[in-house]
């Protein structure tokens, strides 16, 4: 894991998409090919934009959330902005891409 993207549980994700900052949320499996190669760009991305909180879900581990969310491919990328999703998407992204979708 990087300093910049936290990977967390599904309590502490209820904390963080209601603390008022833009959350990007990276739902991911750690057998996943696509998840493995997003991780860098999502570091490199999270590196750059410091007003945006990076997270990221095992869906193995916290299934809930992954439900809560409606994840049924991954990765699965969630942008929540003052405690409501603004934006989601699926699949690989490359950086710059991501980096406008986290612009959003």
Same mark, same amino acid.
């Given at each position: 894991m990087s300093e910049f993207v936290k990977e967390i549980g599904s309590q502490e994700l209820g904390? =963080? &998409?209601n603390g008022g900052? %833009?959350? $990007?949320?990276?739902?991911?499996? %750690?057998w996943c090919g696509?998840?493995?190669m997003l991780a860098p760009v999502l570091d490199k991305v999270a590196a750059k934009n410091g007003d945006v909180t990076f997270v990221k &879900?095992? =869906?193995?581990?916290? !299934?809930?959330?992954?439900? #809560?969310?409606?994840?049924?491919v991954i990765p %699965?990328? &969630? $942008? &929540?902005?003052?405690?409501?999703? !603004?934006?989601? %998407?699926?699949g690989f992204m490359p950086e710059? #891409? $991501?980096e406008s979708f986290a612009k959003q």
């Open positions: 904390n =963080i &998409v900052k %833009t959350v $990007l949320i990276d739902f991911f499996a %750690t696509p998840c493995k &879900v095992d =869906i193995d581990k916290n !299934a809930d959330a992954a439900a #809560e969310y409606g994840v049924q %699965t990328l &969630v $942008l &929540v902005k003052d405690g409501k999703v !603004a934006a989601r %998407t699926q710059k #891409e $991501l």
